[in-house]
C-alpha cells in the first residue's frame, strides 16, 4: 500500500526502515522522503513510529520482567493484583 502519494512510499519501505532503526520522523523523512511534500500522510508515518515504540517498550517490560527473580516476579503480582 502507498503511504506517501507524493513520493510513492509504500507503508512496507517505512515498515522496514523502521525495523532497521530509522525510527524518528526526521530520520524517516531524510531516508526515505516521505511526508516531506504536503504532509498528508505524516500522521499514518506517526502511527507506525507510535506502534514501534510501544511494541519496543512492551518487550523490554517483559525482558525486565522475565530477568527478575521469582520472589521479585512474586511481589509484582501480588502488587498488580
Ligand atoms: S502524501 Fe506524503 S508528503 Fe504528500
Same mark, same amino acid.
Given at each position: =500500500?502507498?503511504?506517501?502519494?507524493?513520493?510513492?512510499?509504500? %507503508?512496507?519501505?517505512?515498515?522496514?526502515?523502521? #525495523?532497521? @532503526?530509522? &525510527?524518528? =520522523? %526526521? #530520520?524517516?523523512?531524510? %531516508?526515505?522522503?516521505? #511526508?516531506? *511534500? *504536503? @504532509? *498528508?500522510?505524516?500522521? =499514518?508515518?506517526?502511527? !507506525?513510529?507510535? %506502534? $514501534? $515504540?510501544?511494541?519496543?517498550? #512492551? !518487550?523490554?517490560?517483559?525482558?525486565?520482567?522475565?530477568?527478575? &527473580?521469582?520472589?521479585?516476579?512474586? @511481589?509484582?503480582?501480588? !502488587?498488580?493484583?
Amino acid at each position: =500500500m502507498i503511504v506517501c502519494i507524493c513520493n510513492e512510499v509504500r %507503508e512496507r519501505q517505512i515498515k522496514t526502515a523502521i #525495523a532497521m @532503526g530509522v &525510527t524518528s =520522523m %526526521e #530520520a524517516l523523512k531524510s %531516508e526515505l522522503d516521505v #511526508a516531506t *511534500c *504536503c @504532509g *498528508c500522510c505524516e500522521p =499514518m508515518v506517526q502511527d !507506525y513510529l507510535d %506502534e $514501534h $515504540h510501544q511494541s519496543l517498550e #512492551a !518487550y523490554q517490560q517483559d525482558v525486565a520482567f522475565a530477568t527478575n &527473580t521469582t520472589s521479585e516476579r512474586a @511481589g509484582k503480582l501480588a !502488587y498488580a493484583v
